[in-house]
């Protein structure tokens, strides 16, 4: 089993910065996938940006530019430095690990983000 838990979020303005971090722990050996996904009020989950194992990471176009995902290995741990942010990044942002034999996904509880304009 894998336990993921978030932490970071907040209240901030447009154009103010923020930093989520989230750390696995458990049989975390089996996980290749760290990724970070957001879900605002009445919209489908979507995923922001993934961190495979070996270095490739991925990004959402709405974010390219304004996030950078970066991952710790000896930590078990997986950042997501969020710049420039807009009013439309408000959502609830997840955690997510991926086991590497069955893709199965462990999520963290989420962490609130809210930009006011």
């Known amino acids: 089993q894998v336990r993921v838990v978030e932490s970071g979020g907040g209240v901030v303005q447009a154009g103010e910065s923020l930093r989520l971090s989230c750390a696995a722990s458990?049989?975390?050996?089996?996980?290749?996938?760290m990724d970070w996904y957001r879900q605002a009020p009445g919209k489908q989950r979507e995923l922001v940006a993934e961190s495979l194992r070996g270095g490739t990471v991925n990004y959402a176009d709405s974010v390219k530019g304004r996030f950078t995902i970066s991952r710790d290995y000896v930590k078990n741990s997986v950042y997501l430095q969020m710049n420039s942010l807009k009013p439309e990044d408000t959502a609830v942002y997840y955690c997510?690990?991926?086991?590497?034999?069955?893709?199965?996904?462990?999520w963290g509880q989420g962490t609130q983000v809210t930009v006011s304009s």
């Open positions: 997510s690990a991926t086991r590497y034999y069955d893709s199965a996904k462990y």
């Open positions: 458990g049989s975390t050996s089996v996980i290749n996938v």
